[in-house]
């Protein structure tokens, strides 16, 4: 079958639009960075997406492109009002694709539930304890289990131990926030008269941001601070000064 300017710029569109977006989002994904299990966890999921969705992108792309250079009006009956189609198409086509489908839901329900559970439960130890963070505009507040009590607003970052689950219990002493790591992949909302629980094994010393994910008034955009992961031995000698910096 020969093709018509239409059909041939289409097919092409349709082709450059694919490689784009493809291109857009996996470069997106190389910058993304990470650190910590829950960036290794969130990221494996986020792969998972996002190969799936490639796939059956490229799939459907490729199935229309093959309609368009198949199909022809030879054979075909005048359509009328009311009259329904005789010819719709081959069942078996039918349903494996939706066998296929249901077999990709299924397999990235499993994997995002389990995700899920793995943000959502605490992994404690022995070591491990809990930071009381509050949100308000434009700071965040910082209360230890050993009364050590401070602000981001003075730029003093977020202490916690390498190698320590941590837990993070969350909430508002205002309006709606979200207490982020980003790097971390971690995001935890802080709602009035409510606490939300998130949690946090850092792997590797360093400072990282810590983000407000929720617009929370004109200077949503200035609330922000540091999340300081330190030796086990140095934030010993940290917390038992009482936060001596």
Same mark, same amino acid.
């Not at 368009?68 to 329904?84: F, K, P």
């Not at 077999?103 to 930071?131: A, H, K, N, Y």
């Not at 802080?190 to 590797?204: D, F, K, V, Y």
């Given at each position: 079958?020969?093709?018509?300017?239409?059909?041939?710029?289409?097919?092409?569109?349709?082709?450059?639009?694919?490689?784009?977006?493809?291109?857009?989002?996996?470069?997106?994904?190389?910058?993304?960075?990470?650190?910590?299990?829950?960036?290794?966890?969130?990221?494996?999921?986020?792969?998972?997406?996002?190969?799936?969705?490639?796939?059956?992108?490229?799939?459907?792309?490729?199935?229309?492109?093959?309609?368009?250079?198949?199909?022809?009006?030879?054979?075909?009956?005048?359509?009328?009002?009311?009259?329904?189609?005789?010819?719709?198409?081959?069942?078996?086509?039918?349903?494996?694709?939706? +066998?296929?489908?249901?077999?990709?839901?299924? !397999?990235? *329900?499993?994997?995002? #539930?389990? %995700?899920?559970?793995?943000? =959502?439960?605490?992994?404690?130890?022995?070591?491990?304890?809990?930071?009381?963070?509050?949100?308000?505009?434009?700071?965040?507040?910082?209360?230890?289990?050993?009364?050590?009590?401070?602000?981001?607003?003075?730029?003093?970052?977020?202490?916690?131990? +390498?190698?320590?689950?941590?837990?993070?219990? !969350?909430? *508002?002493?205002?309006? #709606?926030? %979200?207490?982020?790591?980003? =790097?971390?992949?971690?995001?935890?909302?802080?709602?009035?008269?409510?606490?939300?629980?998130?949690?946090?094994?850092?792997?590797?010393?360093?400072?990282?941001?810590?983000?407000?994910?929720?617009?929370?008034?004109?200077?949503?955009?200035?609330?922000?601070?540091?999340?300081?992961?330190?030796?086990?031995?140095?934030?010993?000698?940290?917390?038992? %000064?009482?936060?001596?910096?």
């Amino acid at each position: 079958m020969q093709m018509d300017n239409r059909t041939f710029w289409m097919i092409t569109g349709s082709i450059v639009i694919l490689l784009l977006s493809l291109a857009s989002i996996f470069n997106w994904f190389q910058g993304l960075g990470g650190t910590g299990e829950h960036a290794a966890v969130y990221d494996e999921l986020f792969t998972l997406y996002w190969t799936l969705g490639s796939g059956i992108g490229l799939a459907v792309y490729l199935y229309f492109m093959w309609l368009l250079m198949t199909s022809t009006d030879e054979g075909l009956d005048e359509a009328s009002l009311g009259q329904a189609p005789t010819d719709r198409g081959d069942k078996r086509v039918a349903y494996a694709i939706t +066998v296929v489908l249901t077999l990709f839901l299924l !397999v990235l *329900s499993d994997v995002t #539930f389990d %995700s899920i559970d793995f943000f =959502e439960d605490p992994e404690t130890t022995d070591e491990s304890f809990t930071i009381e963070i509050t949100g308000y505009q434009y700071y965040w507040d910082y209360q230890y289990p050993n009364g050590i009590h401070y602000t981001s607003w003075g730029s003093e970052p977020l202490r916690v131990p +390498v190698d320590v689950p941590v837990v993070f219990e !969350v909430t *508002s002493g205002d309006v #709606f926030h %979200s207490f982020a790591l980003p =790097e971390h992949r971690i995001k935890v909302d802080a709602l009035p008269s409510r606490s939300n629980t998130g949690w946090i094994l850092a792997e590797e010393t360093g400072t990282y941001p810590v983000r407000c994910f929720e617009l929370c008034g004109d200077e949503h955009a200035i609330m922000m601070g540091e999340l300081e992961v330190m030796e086990k031995a140095d934030f010993e000698a940290w917390y038992s %000064s009482g936060g001596a910096a």
